[in-house]
């Protein structure tokens, strides 16, 4: 028998996860979108075996509904299902990386037919919408299961089996363990990276040439910033009790690094950065979390024509994937720093060798 699997924002995520649960047989998968392009192109591409804008029409004909959209939509969508008049069982599932008003809302159901597991595949992107969905976005990565009460752990065990495909690592954890962990890794993370660019940008308007200086380090620990908005305002605040709180755990841990400095207390300070290096290097380097991971390597180039497209140059040759180049560092007539990505560890691996045996300078990341 078919299980017709409706998937809800063929977004980043939705296109991803549709990609995946397409390739499954006895599986077919229905489209709901409000973009037109977006469900045509998923249709020629094979994604999709239907396309459909109305919600409704949709979930009563599915076995399964994911609900691959923002926050606050996924809650309305939620509500909606309340009333919808249903003719077998649904079970339901989201991709939200808050989970306590989509539980709150999941857990209110009083509908016989309606069963639903939270869930929260922590990997992503900078690019945004169908296009930039891909089949492998979640390989590797942790996807996290919230059952509500209306759920069992067989449907949990359901749902792992239909994205069984996307090669990620379930685990399972109760609303507030998820939504407290997502905090500290990732939401929090991402205000602290857009109150440091703020805070650039307000100390530009005294050095003018501060734009040009913000390289390296900078645009490292602040590159989250540049995700979508709307997303993360949503984001915020549904988590914002959480995040209120560690805000004010942030501005007492500042406030110590303070009073090391005012009171000049070079070993306490010089503890404090260890003790930090210690965690973070002891932070597992193979795992995809929240934020997307991938494998570095340190290439040292110099100042001259071709030096860059002789790197990867030998790299296309060696049948090695780039996912990411970055210039870290590069001045006239000295040299310079390449950061080159890779989406695994072998591939990591492979192009040291490959470049060291062209005698290039190369360092993996630590």
């Not at 591409?45 to 509904?65: L, N, P, R, S, Y």
């Not at 691959?68 to 008049?85: K, V």
């Not at 296309?316 to 870290?328: D, P, Q, T, W, Y």
Request: with cysteine.
């Amino acid at each position: 028998m078919t299980e017709k699997v409706v998937i809800v924002g063929l977004g980043l995520i939705g296109g991803s996860l549709a990609m995946n649960v397409s390739k499954k047989k006895g599986r077919l998968v229905i489209g709901v979108d409000q973009d037109e392009d977006t469900l045509n192109m998923a249709l020629k591409q094979g994604v999709i075996d239907q396309a459909m804008k109305d919600f409704e029409t949709a979930v009563k004909e599915a076995d399964v509904c994911v609900l691959a959209t923002p926050i606050s939509i996924t809650i309305d969508y939620l509500r909606q299902l309340q009333s919808i008049n249903l003719h077998k069982p649904l079970l339901v599932t989201d991709v939200s990386s808050v989970k306590n008003q989509v539980l709150k809302a999941a857990n209110e159901w009083d509908h016989p037919l309606l069963s639903f597991v939270g869930g929260h595949p922590m990997a992503g992107s900078h690019k945004q919408g169908y296009t930039a969905a891909k089949p492998h976005l979640f390989e590797n990565a942790i996807y996290v299961l919230t059952p509500s009460v209306h759920a069992s752990e067989q449907q949990a065990d359901r749902l792992k089996e239909l994205f069984s495909e996307t090669d990620a690592r379930f685990l399972t954890f109760t609303t507030k363990e998820h939504d407290e962990m997502t905090a500290v890794i990732s939401h929090f993370p991402h205000l602290i990276a857009s109150s440091l660019v703020h805070q650039a940008k307000e100390w530009q308007e005294t050095h003018p040439y501060i734009e040009h200086l913000a390289a390296g380090g900078f645009k490292d620990i602040t590159r989250i910033a540049s995700s979508n908005p709307t997303l993360w305002q949503d984001i915020f605040f549904q988590n914002r009790d959480l995040l209120i709180s560690m805000l004010d755990d942030w501005m007492d841990e500042m406030g110590k690094v303070r009073q090391f400095l005012s009171e000049k207390e070079s070993e306490l300070t010089y503890q404090y950065l260890v003790d930090a290096k210690h965690y973070r290097d002891g932070l597992p380097a193979k795992e995809r979390g929240a934020i997307p991971a991938f494998y570095d390597i340190y290439v040292d180039i110099h100042d001259q024509p071709g030096a860059i497209h002789q790197v990867i140059g030998l790299l296309a040759e060696a049948g090695i994937s780039i996912k990411n180049i970055e210039i870290l560092e590069i001045r006239e007539g000295i040299t310079g720093v390449l950061r080159i990505s890779f989406a695994t560890s072998v591939d990591q691996y492979d192009s040291k060798e490959t470049l060291e045996n062209h005698q290039f300078e190369v360092m993996l990341q630590q």
